[in-house]
T-cell receptor, first 115, second 115 residues
Framework: DAGVTQSPTHLIKTRGQQVTLRCSPKSGHDTVSWYQQALGQGPQFIFQYYEEEERQRGNFPDRFSGHQFPNYSSELNVNALLLGDSALYLC??????????????FGPGTRLTVL | AQSVTQLGSHVSVSEGALVLLRCNYSSSVPPYLFWYVQYPNQGLQLLLKYTSAATLVKGINGFEAEFKKSETSFHLTKPSAHMSDAAEYFCAVSEGSSNTGKLIFGQGTTLQVKP
């Protein structure tokens, strides 16, 4: 089992550009969540996708958007990049099977640097 | 709104000493609580979770945590620190009592283990 994979591992962009980050969930998982982790901070929830729809959203501007594909993989898109968008972006996957709690498994993250 | 406070951004212990990382939560409903560990340049790994079963939760690598409702705490302990325990530790709460997985993280505690 490959676990949650993310690409690319590192990315450097300049202000105003757009970026797309990718995530493949753990085998058998159908739900993908994205988190932003700024340096020295805890991760902050961006949004969650289930059945190709955005199910929940955190307090992030519309510049942050996403997509989930039929194979459950997901993309995070950020437009009009700001210096403050520099962070580690974490993807987490889980299976919505109706259990008490659907444990999330995290990928290694994509380190985005905005210059 | 739920929140998590980790007391102490840095904790330093000697190898073999007790590890105690503090976490207090704010929640209006019975929470699901978690501790995650993050090694440098890696994603988050779940150490243990509380989902309203036993209040003393045992996790991986010898860690355990006790849910104390009266103190709204979920402190993480390990009887004897090992050099390999040096990492960043995050306490998290699941929003509401849902099982959809949105996590709210604390700021993190860096654990240093001295030889």
């Amino acid at each position: 089992d490959a676990g949650v994979t993310q690409s690319p591992t590192h990315l450097i962009k300049t202000r105003g550009q757009q970026v797309t980050l990718r995530c493949s969930p753990k085998s058998g998982h159908d739900t993908v969540s994205w988190y932003q982790q700024a340096l020295g901070q805890g991760p902050q929830f961006i949004f969650q996708y289930y059945e190709e729809e955005e199910r929940q959203r955190g307090n992030f501007p519309d510049r942050f958007s996403g997509h989930q594909f039929p194979n459950y993989s997901s993309e995070l898109n950020v437009n009009a990049l700001l210096l403050g968008d520099s962070a580690l972006y974490l993807c987490a996957s889980s299976h919505d099977g109706g259990e008490i709690y659907n444990e999330q498994f995290f990928g290694p993250g994509t380190r985005l640097t905005v210059l | 709104a739920q929140s998590v406070t980790q007391l102490g951004s840095h904790v330093s212990v000697s190898e073999g000493a007790l590890v105690l990382l503090r976490c207090n939560y704010s929640s209006s409903v019975p929470p699901y609580l978690f501790w995650y560990v993050q090694y440098p340049n890696q994603g988050l790994q779940l150490l243990l979770k509380y989902t309203s079963a036993a209040t003393l939760v045992k996790g991986i690598n010898g860690f355990e945590a006790e849910f104390k409702k009266s103190e709204t705490s979920f402190h993480l302990t390990k009887p004897s620190a090992h050099m390999s325990d040096a990492a960043e530790y995050f306490c998290a709460v699941s929003e509401g009592s849902s099982n959809t997985g949105k996590l709210i993280f604390g700021q993190g505690t860096t654990l240093q283990v001295k030889p």
